[in-house]
């Protein structure tokens, strides 16, 4: 089961502009995760946002949440070519995390 | 952080043989692991979640007869792939969760690329 979407699927910039990838969900959390994936490899976690939480920051990532609407957003500001990647937000269900279809971020320089 | 490892990272097999995939947490004890799978350019699908000491708990659709999941001790979690076809190649992933103090954390595997001729 998926229990985010997350939206675009595919997000194509140059390097040096801002990236925004949005994910909604299903049911009530305590947290949402994004998490980013290079292709062909495993997961790397950016940053965590608990629900009592409407924005939190971490270097060039900014992301928040909107618990009313069940969704979050993640920007990357200034982006570069490393930051091309797939990029899947995930919620907890159960003690599993659930993750979103995901968006495919890629940078040109 | 945790480090998770998985063995070996990429196999390639015959149709009708069976694969072992290790998934271990090299720095700390996990009670629970995660097995995801993942198709091309798709998300992760959870497949299961695997309980030290306990039988796996499997997600629906997922056959519990040809995803054989053994959580022997602490630290291993293994996944068996039963009688491998085709259809079955894919990017299979593990996760281990860890108590941090005050919350769980959950820490991914490198992946493991199967690929079924």
């Known amino acids: 089961s998926q229990q985010g979407e997350e939206d675009p699927q595919a997000l194509s910039i140059q390097e040096g502009e801002n990236a925004t990838m949005n994910c909604s969900y299903k049911t009530s959390i305590n947290n949402l995760q994004w998490y980013r994936q290079n292709s062909g490899r495993g997961l790397v976690h950016l940053i965590l946002i608990r629900s009592n939480e409407r924005e939190k920051h971490s270097g060039r990532l900014r992301v928040t949440l909107d618990t009313s609407k069940k969704s979050s957003s993640l920007l990357i500001t200034a982006s570069r070519a490393a930051d091309t990647a797939s990029y899947f937000c995930?919620?907890?269900?159960?003690?599993?995390?659930?993750f979103g279809k995901g968006t495919t971020l890629s940078v040109s320089s | 952080g945790a480090v998770v490892s998985q063995h070996p990272s990429r196999v390639i097999c015959k149709s009708g043989t069976s694969v072992k995939i290790e998934c271990r947490s090299l720095d700390f004890q996990a009670t629970t692991m995660f097995w995801y799978r993942q198709f091309p350019k798709k998300s992760l699908m959870l497949m299961a979640t695997?309980?030290?000491?306990?039988?796996?708990?499997?997600e629906q659709g997922v056959e519990k007869d040809k995803f054989l999941i053994n959580h022997a001790s602490l630290t291993l979690s293994t996944l068996t792939v039963t009688s491998a076809h085709p259809e079955d190649s894919s990017f299979y992933i593990c996760?281990?969760?860890?108590?941090?103090?005050?919350?769980?954390?959950?820490?991914f595997g490198p992946g493991t690329r199967l690929t079924v001729t």
């Open positions: 995930a919620t907890a269900s159960g003690t599993a995390l659930i």
């Open positions: 996760s281990a969760r860890d108590w941090q103090g005050n919350s769980y954390e959950q820490y």
């Open positions: 695997s309980n030290e000491g306990s039988k796996a708990t499997y």
